[in-house]
């Protein structure tokens, strides 16, 4: 435990400085089951955990630094990500972390946050060139000036972030694959729990904890009715918008359409177990495990032959209560998520412009680069909205 380590070896040079002053020997003292050491590393325990951060209004721009929006409109959606912006705020990832490397980036993205937090109001807008510089460093296909995707660089963002805040080694090495029965009966949700287990023993991190959730896949072969279930993680829904001859579909359409039960030609079917061969088969995606913060990407950009087309559907969402229940394992009750930030994308697939609108202390507003506005709530709804970000109210699942 990294966390604990950088903790201990805080707590030791104290001890040692006071131990010193007070003419101990601290080579003759076991350190560890010191009183004195014990209160300190409480009282370091406790000021860490509850030191309150205070905090501006957060109504701060970000300037333009050439086509940025994209990248300004996402940083705002994460400012407003609460566990996220105080986790960076208390740089409690530097204990937290277990590579010995520095968070570059953690640390470029920490800074625009807190620079777009600051409460003494001194600064009107921040530039986020620096972080966007590290950000190219590590991700080269965004550099150039072009026009990119906010949920793309969202992805790759959240990733490159976890992978510097990892708790756990980069390089573990590869555990021999047990031979486990071809066609096991364990129930489902210890199946899920035993790969969900497995990702968390490589990845696990604050991004882990806030963003990622766990999708099931489960095959039925049409020839011999075997089921099968595959688990994958992800940070992300990326949901396909009907094509319907009205302009306004619901959220809770196009969840119906992620969800919903597809059948697979012999092709494009994997191998049936117990058939041994590639069988026609139906396929279905369910929400296994449930992310704390959930990021639903409205698929508005599809790939025709030779273009890149978008849909300007609307597609209206609820602010409150969106239950995802429905789409979860069965009999799990209603899981409740609150709205609290969108990134819209405006114009077409090559001019294009990206706006974040975010739910502040009272009321809305609207991020467009430097420039931040009070909006009404009834305006939040609009055939721009490109990727939702929505909080975990309440869920009655005992394994989340
Ligand atoms: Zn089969």
Known sequence: MPRNESMDNTCQAMYRTLATQNGLQPEHVDISQSVLYTSIMGLLLVTDKERELQLGSGQIG??????????????????????LRDYCLRKAYLHDKYSNQEPVLMNDFSDVLAGLWECDGGETTVN?????????EAVPRFIGYSQQDAQEFLRFLLD??????????SHRPAVLAIK???????????????????????????????????????????????????????????????????????????LDLFSQEEKLDKENSPMCERCNRRTESTKRLTIQRFPRILVIHLNRFTM??????KSSVSVSFPLHGLDLGPFGPVDCGPVLYDL????????????????????????????????????????LQSNQAYILFYELKSCNITSQ
């Open 62 to 83: 970000l300037c333009n630094v050439g086509n940025t929006c994209f990248l300004n409109a996402i940083v705002q959606c994460l400012s407003h990500t609460r566990g």
């Open 128 to 136: 986020p060139g620096k972080f966007y510089r590290m950000f190219k």
């Open 160 to 169: 490159r972030l976890h992978t510097e805040i990892n708790r756990r080694p």
């Open 180 to 254: 486990e029965p071809k066609y096991s009966r364990f129930r489902i949700s210890d199946e899920a729990l035993d790969m969900w287990q497995k990702h968390l023993d490589r990845d696990d991190s604050k991004i882990v904890d806030l963003f990622s959730g766990q999708l099931r896949s489960s095959l039925n072969c049409s020839v011999c009715s075997h089921y099968s279930n595959t688990f994958d993680v992800f940070c992300d829904l990326s949901l396909p918008i009907p094509k319907k001859s009205v302009q306004i579909v619901t959220l809770k359409e196009c």
């Open 304 to 309: 025709s032959r030779y273009s890149v087309c």
């Open 340 to 379: 609290y930030a969108v990134c819209n994308h405006s114009g077409t697939v090559n001019m294009g412009h990206y706006t974040a609108v975010c739910r502040e202390e009272e009321g809305w507003c609207c991020y467009n680069d430097s420039c931040v506005t009070a909006i009404h709530e009834k305006k």
